[in-house]
């Protein structure tokens, strides 16, 4: 118990009835507004859904609320097609890139259904099971569940979220990352032009699953953004803009995730360095994870989640030429914990009973690596304090270096079927820069 929040003066809280809650200052008033995308309404995979962010003059946007919202149909009047267990609907958005009015790209997120695949396995089930469930289309009671990594497919996949053939199902998505994970409100109303926010739609075969020897054919439509907005009263808005006039910037803090990619070959095997060029100056936590590159466009597969663990035995990452940890990360199969401490220590959740996930002893690190998808990823912390800018600059000119011992054997490494695609994603702090004096955004990070 909190002693301050029970006590105010000598008085217990309970019995002070004087202490009134104060009204907000400046007044605002709040609307959540709905912005469509300006070209087109039906977008088949592979194509480009672009929004040019429009809100009220002298308004701001609480990104951190904002959701998208869309439409997936099964064009095929013959199978079913089922979504990716943990990305759920947003496994049909290869990337998300977000543009100022000139053009700078303020966040950018490449291979984005794996990144919410893998940020949806690192939550309580319960929260999967019920709103990622109804509201994004994950697979509701997913602990323990394996994600489907076979090549030639299953004949009957099941607890999967369904879309009937020649049907259609809307779904929400919360975005990761950039505008939407900001310290502040978004100050849209203020700037000269608007930003532009552009998702790239995966191709037919990696946005959704299918039975085995089925195909499965999909568009989507109806896109929108909603923001909530907050109009603030005249006199606070003449007075920011006046002192923007006479050359104060406005600074926002933003937590955001970007992806480095790097090819395993085939047959990999042993020590096996890979090199990732990272130039962030405050980098939070790496997270690294291993995925068939045939499964990338397989519709057989669940490409987003079904991450492989390629018998792996150990990693460190080399950053700036320094070994972290000093003692590199072991596990295997049957030594497992190491690994999930570290990525729960990165999540900043470790010690807390937060430190969740959809992992069992019977997901996370499968010994069939070849035929069957794991939870894991290797991960490493590297923020040196906890609520302030305290990550990792990794903008000197060494590469970041993930030192993998790969093992096993023709079943538990999947570099023995074919090359691994490996995808590092960084969360790192950024500035997001609204100049006074000309209404410009600029970012630095």
């Known amino acids: 118990m909190n002693q301050e929040d029970e006590v105010s003066g000598s008085v217990p809280r309970a019995l002070n009835f004087s202490d009134v809650m104060e009204n907000a200052s400046p007044t605002g008033d709040f609307q959540i507004i709905t912005n469509l995308p300006n070209n087109g309404g039906t977008f088949a995979p592979q194509s480009t859904v672009n929004f040019a962010i429009n809100v009220p003059v002298n308004s701001f946007a609480d990104m951190s609320r904002a959701y998208f919202k869309f439409t997936i149909e099964n064009t095929g009047a013959t199978n079913k097609l089922m979504l990716d267990k943990s990305a759920g609907g947003a496994g049909i958005i290869d990337s998300i890139r977000i543009l100022s009015p000139t053009g700078q790209v303020i966040s950018e997120q490449q291979h984005y259904n794996a990144l919410t695949a893998f940020l949806a396995d690192y939550t309580s089930p319960g929260h999967v099971d019920g709103y990622l469930n109804v509201a994004e289309g994950c697979t509701s009671a997913p602990l323990g569940k394996v994600p489907a990594g076979l090549a030639a497919g299953a004949a009957a996949i099941t607890g999967r979220v369904e879309i009937a053939k020649s049907t259609s199902e809307s779904f929400t998505h919360v975005p990761h990352g950039g505008l939407f994970n900001s310290d502040r409100y978004m100050p849209l109303g203020f700037i000269n032009g608007q930003l532009q926010i552009q998702l790239q739609i995966a191709s037919e075969q990696a946005g959704v699953l299918a039975d085995k020897d089925k ?142 996930s959809i992992a069992t002893r019977a997901n996370y690190y499968q010994a069939t690596d070849t035929t069957t998808g794991s939870v894991v990823v290797y991960a490493l912390d590297l923020s040196a304090y906890k609520g302030v800018l305290a990550g990792k600059n990794l903008s000197s000119a060494m590469p970041l270096i993930l030192k993998a011992q790969l093992g096993g054997d023709a079943t538990s490494n999947a570099t023995k079927i074919g090359s691994v695609v490996c995808d590092v994603f960084s969360q790192f702090d950024s500035i997001l820069t609204l100049s006074g004096p000309t209404g410009s955004l600029t970012v630095s990070n």
């Open 215 to 356: 195909t499965s054919t999909w568009t989507s439509k109806g896109w929108e953004l909603h923001i909530p907005i907050v109009r603030t009263a005249e006199d606070f808005n003449v007075n920011l803009r006046q002192l923007m006039s006479s050359g104060v910037n406005l600074n926002i803090h933003m937590k955001d995730w970007s992806n480095q990619q790097a090819t395993v070959s085939s047959g990999s095997v042993g020590e096996t360095n890979i090199l990732l060029a990272n130039r962030k100056r405050s980098v939070d936590a790496v997270f690294a994870m291993f995925r068939s590159s045939g499964s990338l466009s397989n519709q057989l597969e669940e490409t987003s989640c079904a991450r492989r663990t390629c018998g792996l035995l150990s990693y460190q990452y080399t950053v700036a030429g320094v070994d972290m940890p000093s003692k590199a990360v072991t596990g295997s199969a049957t030594d497992i914990g190491e690994y999930m401490v570290n990525t729960q220590m990165a999540l900043g959740k470790l010690g807390y009973s937060t430190a969740s």
